[in-house]
Structure formats: C-alpha cells, structure tokens
C-alpha cells in the first residue's frame, strides 16, 4: 500500500479496539488505532490507562484480495462505506498521529450542534475548521473526522483562530425567518 492511500474505517466491537488490532496486526495488515492516556481513578488507586480516540473505530489500508481478512477479524462489525467520499485521507491520519507524537490533548468529544464555526491558523490542524466549545485563554476546539460521524477535540490559544460562522440562530429567530420565507 502507497503512504498515500486513503484509510478505510472499520467498525469493531465496543471496549474490543486493542484486541482487534492485535488480530490485524498478526494478520499483518497496515492499521492505525489513534490512542490517548489519561488518569483513571479506580476504587483503591489512580491509574494512567490508553484508550481509543475514536472508540469502536480503527483505520486500516489493505487491497482488495486482503478484504475478508480484514472483515473477518474477530471483533470486528462492519467497513464502513464503499466510496472515496468515505474514506479518511492519509494526511488527516498523519496529522494525528503528529499530534499525538507532539502532546497535543486529544480526546474523543461528541457531536456539537451549536457554537461558533473556526478556522484554525496555526500549528498542525492549520486549516482545519470546528466548532469552539470552551472560552478561555487555552479554547478548545472540536473537530471532525472525515468520512465519521466522530469528533475530538484539541486545546489552541484564541488568536490562532478564524471566524467562518458566528453562533446558529437561536431557534426562535430561525422559526421567524423561516415563516417570513413561507408567506413569500
């Protein structure tokens, strides 16, 4: 596989991300299961454990003679999607792997339908745009992963963002606007 190839996103079972891993790992196929640490508090002690970023997802490359091995893996549920469109560009993929290698704080976030659209101008997500979730002097900014229906967030400073959208209409201006269009 060219380091240019797209990743394909395979579903796996909930909690099963390392285990199914390890299968396509000893199947020797081109994987990737983007982990992050984080303290636990457990009954008796505080532990430092790795879990998924994007949890029940890894990404794998592989040709098409090497599909059912892939599908076949024990944990794993589905690939998602058949086109282009759904797949996830390897220098997405490399920008994480980058930022995890760098310290940046990435964690897992769920999808967030209201905020202020941005850009970010700096560092190694320049480009990418998400929605700001927290203000302060460090604001956290989420992110989506193309071609899922997941997100992350990561820590900037404000002045290295751009405003695209300033924050949705609240849903009593848009029910009026929307009346408006309908008496036209």
């Known amino acids: 596989m060219s380091a240019d190839e797209p990743w394909r996103v395979l579903q796996v079972v909930a909690n099963h991300e390392k285990k199914v ?27 430092i454990v790795e879990r998924p970023l994007f949890p029940g997802y890894i990404f794998v ?6 599909r059912i091995a892939v599908i076949s893996a024990p944990g794993t549920l589905r690939l998602l999607g058949r086109s282009k469109a759904d797949m996830v560009d390897s220098a997405e993929i490399e920008r994480i792997r980058a930022a995890l290698a760098g310290g940046y704080q990435l964690r897992p976030h ?32 989420v992110i989506a992963l193309s071609a899922t229906d997941h997100y992350f967030s990561v820590q900037t400073e404000l002045r290295d963002l751009e405003v695209i959208r300033k924050m949705v209409e609240s849903t009593r201006d848009s029910y009026s606007t929307s009346s408006a269009q309908l008496n036209r």
């Not at 199947?27 to 984080?38: A, G, K, N, V, W």
């Not at 490359?61 to 090497?66: G, N």
């Open 110 to 141: 769920p999808r967030i339908s209201v905020g202020t659209r941005v850009r970010l101008t700096r560092g190694l997500f320049e480009g990418r745009e998400g929605v700001v979730t927290d203000l302060r002097p460090h604001c956290s900014v």
């Open 61 to 66: 490359r592989f040709s098409p003679e090497s």
């Open 21 to 47: 891993a390890k299968q396509l790992q000893t199947r020797s196929l081109d994987h990737y299961l983007p982990l992050y640490t984080e303290r636990s508090r457990w009954s008796d002690r505080t532990v």
